[in-house]
């Protein structure tokens, strides 16, 4: 079930109220990040699946217990490790529920040429220069995913390299569309999951019985290059995370 299967959510009964969303209507679209590795596997069909730390249990390690997760809403209800706890925690996934759409941010340059200005003089002349100017959504744009930025672009320019989290909706090439979610502990991952995250293995590099192993131990060790230095979210922390699965939607 989607949230447009969910009655509140969907309005197909007018006196229901969704507790999560108050009776939302379409999608959501939201920004996620992703390096250069994962961009690439994305686009060639590897990665369909993305752990991200779930931050408000970070601060609330008593949280061990997973009650239920509500993927229509992209919640996860949880409850603390005393066993009579009588108020569990609703969790609310960052990344959106099924249905919900996803935009990603990834390493970018912007086309920078010369363009003629004019201005005024001190004795009333008109006079001009060249300087650079970024070309902005008409001008070129570079996926550094793809490799290194040539040196000149096709109008004689440059492009001047971004960081991912300075991306811009218009200047996004990779749209998602969020098919599951669920939270877990990130040591739950398996030999599949691991091959949805985009990690590559072949039998060239072990036996095929413990590939799924190798693949497990790839992940962890990407985990900790990643979060390995952040309290609580390395990978012998054990932290939960949100399992985001997601489809390429091509234009």
Not at 50 to 79: F, S
Not at 109 to 138: H, I, M, P, T
Not at 212 to 230: Q, S, T, V, Y
Request: aromatic share 10%.
């Amino acid at each position: 079930m989607t949230w447009r299967e969910c009655p509140a959510c969907a309005g197909a009964d007018a006196t229901l109220s969704c507790k999560y969303c108050g009776g939302r209507r379409g999608f959501e679209e939201r920004p996620i990040l992703f390096s250069g590795p994962m961009v690439r596997a994305i686009l060639n069909g590897r990665k369909t699946q993305t752990r991200r730390i779930v931050k408000q249990l970070v601060a609330d390690p008593g949280c061990a217990r997973l009650l239920h997760t509500d993927p229509v809403h992209g919640v996860a209800t949880l409850g603390h490790s005393i066993p009579d706890d009588p108020v569990p925690l609703d969790v609310p996934c960052p990344y959106g529920a099924e249905g919900d759409r996803l935009w990603v941010r990834e390493t970018f340059g912007l086309e920078w040429v010369k363009e003629e200005y004019f201005w005024n003089d001190a004795n009333g002349g008109s006079r001009s220069d060249l300087r650079w100017a970024c070309g902005g959504q008409e001008g070129e744009r570079w996926y550094y995913a793809d490799g290194e930025a040539p040196g000149e672009t096709e109008h004689g320019g440059h492009f001047d390299k971004r960081p991912s989290i300075h991306m811009p909706r218009w200047a996004s090439r990779i749209n998602l569309e969020v098919t599951g979610v669920r939270a877990e502990r990130v040591q739950e991952i398996t030999g599949p999951n691991a091959a949805a995250e985009g990690i590559a293995a072949s039998t060239l590099d072990c036996r095929a019985e413990h590939l799924g192993r190798l693949r497990c131990d790839r992940f962890a060790d990407l985990w900790d290059e990643i979060n390995g230095k952040r309290d609580g979210c390395s990978w012998a922390d054990n932290p939960w995370v949100w399992v985001v699965e997601f489809s390429r939607i091509l234009p």
